[in-house]
């Protein structure tokens, strides 16, 4: 493993690589050690979790061996999802790493990292000087710490769901029949656990049809990404032919949580992010906290999760995309809640993490609570037209910038937040569109939105036009 090698696996908020040939046992163990070194401390204790790839187990291993040569303890909590080990890392005030490669197919591996609290870690809070230690170690060794840590098992599955259910309670719904794809991902384990009864809690009013359960890191259905619109067919198809109330699509590492309503139709991850916030909106509301409750969202989420943050008296906070910017954000601002267009949400209650389980127990709550079906439920959330992300591969990010720039510029306000974004009107009907280098791979996002669906389209199809042509 070269310098060059490992700086390309160790991306803005986490590692991502080529099993085998990027990201080895070898690897991992220098990573588990500089984790010590930089993060926990010798004389500490950290989490580790992992996911259900196959390489997941022995590289896990390995970086519990490194970190137990720096001095410090493990707790070992296995086979788990992502929102598990923020789970145990803020309940134990540990920091935490969780093995996944979330989204991506079978022949990669990835390594997630946070501080105590489940705060997240960047390139520019810490994660660039454990790579840089990690180099260190592969270049020159490792000599074991005088007092080598010590490693214990331990299972928080139970506890999370009872965590779960305590913050959204579910039992008075109507009954709701609901179609879970987990894609053979983690959520096979944790949506028995949370929403239904094999922990031996009380039975919901729900009717699971579950979908892909098994375990499974070759992912033999379609890949566990519910952000491509291909990965959501067997699921809509399944809950049109179960009449079912809405179906609920997960990633590999069951952060991410995707809607789908009656009719088999896809609810954006902006509907999501405003009914959660209105909902948390009100509930802190009727807990008479003072002021006005912050919400995050990130700059590509639509305009109506600002609206409908303001409407019920919260204040919007507009920040990058990306979760360990919105981590950060959350905890600078006390906000209750936060959504990104990815399908990531964020709860204080939950250390400022993101949980997709927990928003699909706030849009399971809001359903059952109400007799209008989902489709109908979500339109006041879905006021415009969103073009959803598309990506380019481009040669040269700053070439097509400045076109971009020359095309739209005199006729619209650009702000550079993240990437940019360009504003303006079209015949009284506003617009927006976004544009921002991917991080970890030679695509240039666009992300559209307008108040009709034409001028969306119109938007939509000039920009590509220059961006394309480059």
């Not at 020159?140 to 959204?168: I, K």
């Not at 890191?217 to 809509?236: I, K, M, R, S, Y």
């Not at 179906?247 to 139709?265: K, P, Q, T, Y």
């Amino acid at each position: 493993m070269t310098e060059h090698a490992l700086h390309s696996i160790v991306k803005s908020y986490d590692v991502r690589g080529l099993v085998d040939s990027q990201l080895t046992p070898e690897v991992t163990r220098a990573l588990g050690a500089a984790f010590v070194d930089v993060i926990v401390g010798a004389g500490n204790e950290l989490v580790v979790g992992h996911d259900m790839r196959d390489t997941s187990p022995e590289l896990s291993e390995a970086f519990i061996r490194g970190a137990l040569e720096a001095g410090a303890s493990v707790t070992n909590i296995g086979l788990c999802s992502t929102d598990m080990v923020y789970f145990a890392s803020g309940t134990w005030n540990m920091p935490a790493v969780m093995f996944t490669a979330s989204h991506n197919p079978a022949t990669y591996n990835g390594i997630k990292f946070s501080r105590k609290l489940a705060q997240g870690i960047s390139l520019n809070t810490g994660l660039a000087d454990i790579r840089d230690r990690a180099i260190e170690y592969l270049e020159s060794g490792m000599s074991p710490h005088d007092t080598p840590g010590v490693v214990r098992e331990a299972n928080v599955l139970h506890d999370y769901a009872r965590y779960l259910r305590d913050l959204v309670p579910l039992d008075s719904l109507r009954p709701l029949r609901i179609v879970v794809d987990a894609a053979n991902g983690m959520a096979g384990l944790t949506v028995p656990a949370v929403l239904g009864n094999v922990l031996g809690m009380e039975d919901l009013p729900l009717e699971i049809i579950d979908m892909y359960f098994e375990l499974d890191g070759t992912f033999p259905h379609h890949e566990a990404n519910p952000l491509d619109p291909a990965n959501l067919v067997d699921l809509q198809h399944a809950v049109r032919e179960h009449s079912a109330d809405i179906g609920l699509a997960f990633d590999g590492d069951a952060d991410r949580c995707f809607v789908i309503d009656e009719l088999g139709n896809p609810v954006t991850p902006s509907a999501v992010a405003a009914m959660v916030a209105q909902r948390e909106i009100r509930r802190v509301n009727s807990l008479g906290e003072q002021g006005r409750p912050r919400v995050i969202h990130n700059l590509i989420c639509s305009r109506t999760v600002s609206e409908i943050i303001e409407e019920n008296g919260g204040e919007p906070v507009r920040t990058h995309v990306g979760h360990s910017f919105i981590k950060d954000r959350m905890r600078e601002t006390g906000a209750i809640f936060g959504g990104e267009h990815s399908a990531h949400y964020y709860f204080r209650d939950f250390w400022g993490a993101d949980n997709g389980m927990l928003a699909a127990l706030h849009v399971l709550a809001e359903l059952g609570s109400s007799q209008t079906p989902l489709s109908q439920l979500t339109a006041e959330f879905s006021r415009y037209v969103e073009s959803g992300e598309i990506n380019s591969v481009v040669q040269d990010t700053d070439v097509v910038i400045s076109a971009l720039r020359e095309a739209f510029g005199s006729r619209s306000a650009i702000d550079d937040l993240d990437g940019l974004t360009f504003s303006g009107e079209s015949e009284g009907v506003f617009w927006w569109f976004n544009t921002r280098a991917s991080n970890t791979e030679p695509l240039l996002r666009l992300n559209v939105e307008a108040g009709t669906l034409e001028v969306m389209e119109s938007i939509r199809d000039e920009a590509l036009t220059v961006i394309r042509r480059q």
